[in-house]
């Protein structure tokens, strides 16, 4: 792709050009007696990238369609900026989108995909030409204005919707999983694109939905959490990962080992407790507002559990191997531990344990965190072909 | 090789005898003769060799040459393209509500339409006279409103009223492949432009217009060959001086006992009708019939 950025000067009669963020003020969207979103409340600052993180049916691409005005909320306020757009008709919110399948119009050819929005926005002829040039430009598509968008990769067409949506010079860039229809190696490739494409256009919003935790933590600034139509957590893609404020985000941003322990002993100056797993006591940085005497899960990263005793691990737990892994990257050990399956990824090892071997699995407190005990909640959480030492 | 015979024959278990091509292709092709193309050909042969012979165009002189035949023929495409321009743009209108603006029934006013596809198309005709007609439940009313004896509804005895009863019939035609290319058609599209700015006549012109093209050829063309074939209409709706060349072919063949004049305008209507398919199967594979919808 080329680096050339377009320049600031407006171009358009349709899209403001200022910084926008967006806002979201309780707002509910129902069809019928189904909620697909509940109680939605959420800041997007303006530039910055949100993504909007969860399993199906969780109300993530809803969120993004009450943007985009597609469906209108039952109840509550979505503002562009210090605007209530709530009932503002799509054509006037001045917003890019992408969807997942491109959506290019298949009779116009990728440089009148592009030139579409500035159309409809009735801006200068004169000035589309260079508009038009200048998105394909800067997502490397120059080459191909004039092909039609099936004689495009689906990576080329992605691009070009990309372009497209640019071209008006939104105030919002709202993307709707929009790698999902790639495969593995194109994905890698666009994510880095548009990471580098929101560098390059800083002052763009972007509201990011995708249920894949990678794409959210490679992008976003921050991250929403949702599941079951609400939003569960907020925070930044660091903070989710390293202390997540709840279970669902645990396992759901990053994979999780979540064991069952009793607070002990907390000790508010040095921001530490002590809990304990079975006949062990462990240290732990991050406790919230445990008590002694509380019931925890306790929430370590996979990849925070180490064989070997390194700076700061004063954390050890043993168990017996059930199963090792080898994925090339990484080892993967599944570790039973007082009846608890926890998940270990290592870097490769030479002379890996077998089942049935007992092992010491060492981490630090700060790698570690408490989070509310659910009813049942013993075990670990992970998807079983999640990428080790990725997330 | 030479042995393979007499291995079959002692085994008693040869294979039976793939059945040739020509065969297969032959049926077909006698059931066409048999029930089209013999009475097609009984139909040219008495249109110029006539009742005894020999052999002339004399009949299909007579015919192009007459007052008849060119007022008929003129009214007959005048009504065909009034009709199927009306159908295409009735149909486009109504499909795009049914398939596009959510209301509730949406899906009963879809199999109705299929109901309607069912109906014999004289029915329209009957039910107009009934409507509209001078004697018919709308001039009643109107004639009490406004306290006169005349009927103030006067079109369905003439063009008009034949058209209208054509595209109230034909319409369906061309919603159906257009309701079918509308369900294929990604909502995603309409979405992406009406973000980028573009208001719902600008869509429909630009995002949904050129998608619709194959299935509006189809049943356009369809709709252009029906109506220009119409008889049921025309004859229930008994129109003064509306004669087309349906209206012909019956006056000469049935109430004239003028065979050989009936098949002339005959042949002529199918090479009309024959000329309008073979222009529409061109259309259609320039137009990128490959997404046309049948009906």
């Known amino acids: 792709m080329a680096s050339e950025q377009p320049s600031g000067e407006p171009r358009t009669g349709g899209a403001a050009q200022r910084r926008s963020g967006i806002r979201f003020e309780s707002v509910t969207v129902a069809y019928g007696g189904t909620v697909a979103l509940a109680e939605f409340s959420l800041d997007v600052e303006p530039g910055e990238v949100m993504a909007l993180l969860g399993p199906s049916g969780s109300g993530k691409t809803t969120a993004l369609r009450a943007v985009a005005g597609f469906v209108t909320p039952t109840s509550g306020r979505i503002l562009l900026g210090d605007t209530d757009v709530t009932h503002t008709p799509p054509y006037k919110r001045g917003i890019g989108m992408v969807v997942q399948q491109y959506a290019l119009f298949p009779h116009m050819r990728v440089e009148q995909n592009v030139a579409f929005g500035l159309r409809a926005s009735k801006a200068p002829a004169a000035q589309i030409a260079p508009r038009v040039e200048e998105c394909l430009k800067l997502v490397g598509m120059a080459g191909y204005a004039r092909r039609y968008p099936q004689e495009l990769s689906g990576g080329q067409q992605q691009r070009v919707a990309i372009a497209r949506a640019l071209a008006i010079q939104p105030r919002v860039l709202l993307l709707d999983e929009p790698l999902s229809a790639l495969d593995a190696q194109l994905r890698s490739g666009m994510l880095n694109e548009i990471a580098r494409l929101h560098r390059e256009l800083p002052d763009v919003t972007i509201l990011y939905v995708t249920h894949d935790q990678i794409e959210a933590l490679t992008l976003a600034d921050r991250i929403a959490v949702m599941n079951e139509s609400r939003l569960v957590d907020v925070g930044s893609a660091q903070a989710l990962y390293r202390q997540p404020p709840s279970r669902f985000t645990a396992s759901f941003v990053g994979n999780a080992n979540l064991l069952p322990v009793v607070v002990e002993r907390c000790d508010e100056d040095r921001h530490e407790a002590r809990v304990r797993l079975g006949d062990r006591v462990l240290a732990v940085a991050a406790f919230g507002a445990a008590r002694p005497g509380d019931s925890r899960m306790l929430c370590i990263r996979p990849h925070a559990l180490a064989l070997d005793r390194v700076n700061g691990s004063e954390n050890v737990i043993e168990g017996t191997v059930t199963e090792v892994q080898w994925r090339g990257s990484a080892h993967r050990l599944y570790v039973d531990v007082g009846g608890a399956e926890v998940c270990a990824d290592s870097r490769p090892l030479r002379e890996p344990p077998t089942r049935g071997h007992r092992v010491a699995l060492h981490f630090a407190a700060h790698d570690a965190t408490l989070l509310a005990a659910t009813p049942g909640a013993a075990g670990s959480t992970w998807p079983a072909d999640s990428d080790p030492g990725v997330a | ?295």
Not at chain 2, 75 to 88: D, K, W, Y
Not at chain 2, 122 to 135: E, N
Not at chain 2, 162 to 176: C, D, G, K, N, Q
Request: charged share 10%.
């Open chain 2, 1 to 295: 090789m030479a042995t393979l015979p007499i291995a079959l024959e002692s085994s008693g278990r040869a294979s039976p005898r793939p059945v040739p091509g020509w065969v297969l292709g032959i049926v077909p092709l006698l059931v066409l003769a048999t029930i089209f193309y013999y009475p097609l050909f009984f139909i040219v042969r008495q249109s110029i060799m006539g009742d005894a012979g020999p052999a002339s165009l004399a009949a299909y002189k007579a015919m192009v040459s007459s007052a008849l035949f060119h007022a008929a023929l003129v009214r007959t495409i005048e009504i065909a393209v009034l009709s199927t321009l009306g159908c295409l743009l009735l149909g486009f209108v109504l499909a795009l509500i049914v398939s596009f603006v959510p209301f509730p029934g949406a899906r009963i006013v879809s199999g109705f339409i299929d109901t309607i596809l069912a109906f014999p198309s004289f029915l329209i005709a009957l039910s107009f006279t009934f409507l509209y007609g001078s004697a018919g439940a709308f001039n009643f009313v109107l004639m009490d409103l406004m306290s006169t004896n005349e009927p103030p509804i006067d079109f369905v005895y003439g063009m008009w009223g034949v058209v209208l009863a054509e595209v109230t019939f034909y319409t369906p035609f061309v919603m159906r492949p257009l309701l079918a290319a509308f369900s294929q058609l990604d909502t995603a599209l309409i979405e992406v432009a009406s973000s980028l700015g573009a208001r719902p006549m600008r869509i429909v012109r630009e995002v949904i217009l050129p998608e619709a093209v194959p299935a509006l050829l189809a049943g356009g063309s369809l709709c252009l060959l029906l109506t220009l074939n119409e008889f049921g209409i025309v004859l229930f709706i008994g129109a003064k001086g509306v004669i087309t060349l349906p209206m012909v072919i019956y006056g000469k063949a049935i109430q004239e006992f003028d065979y050989t004049a009936g098949c002339v305008a005959a042949v002529i209507n199918i090479a009309l009708s024959v000329g309008l398919y073979s222009l529409y199967r061109f259309a259609l594979a320039r137009g990128g019939g490959g997404r046309a919808v049948a009906v």
